[in-house]
């Protein structure tokens, strides 16, 4: 979205369901995890985290993005980081 941003948009946003608690609790807080589970922040290069290509893939950001979880239920949660 800062891509989308850089081209014209006045505001945009990146909106995050998740489904599967391990996305956001578990006892890993390092690589990709770090993140989501304990900084609630996006920032530089996140590498991908599996499949092919993995860690060799990235997006790389210009800012610093914070967030914070909120709860759909009790599995389920989303974010939403506006990038104005």
């Given at each position: 979205?800062?891509e989308?941003k850089?081209r014209g948009f006045t505001?945009t946003?990146?909106?995050?369901f998740?489904s ?6 578990g006892k ?5 995890y770090?993140?989501?589970r304990?900084?609630?922040?996006l920032y530089?290069?996140?590498f ?13 950001l210009s800012?610093?993005h914070?967030f ?6 009790e599995?389920?949660?989303?974010y939403?980081?506006e990038?104005?």
């Open positions: 979205m800062e989308v850089e505001k946003a990146a909106v995050v998740v599967d608690k391990l996305f956001y609790d890993l807080t390092e690589g990709i770090k993140h989501f304990n900084e609630f922040a530089g290069d996140v991908k985290p599996t499949g092919i290509n993995k860690n060799a893939e990235y997006v790389s800012k610093r914070d914070r979880w909120e709860s759909l239920d599995q389920r949660k989303f939403i980081i990038i104005s």
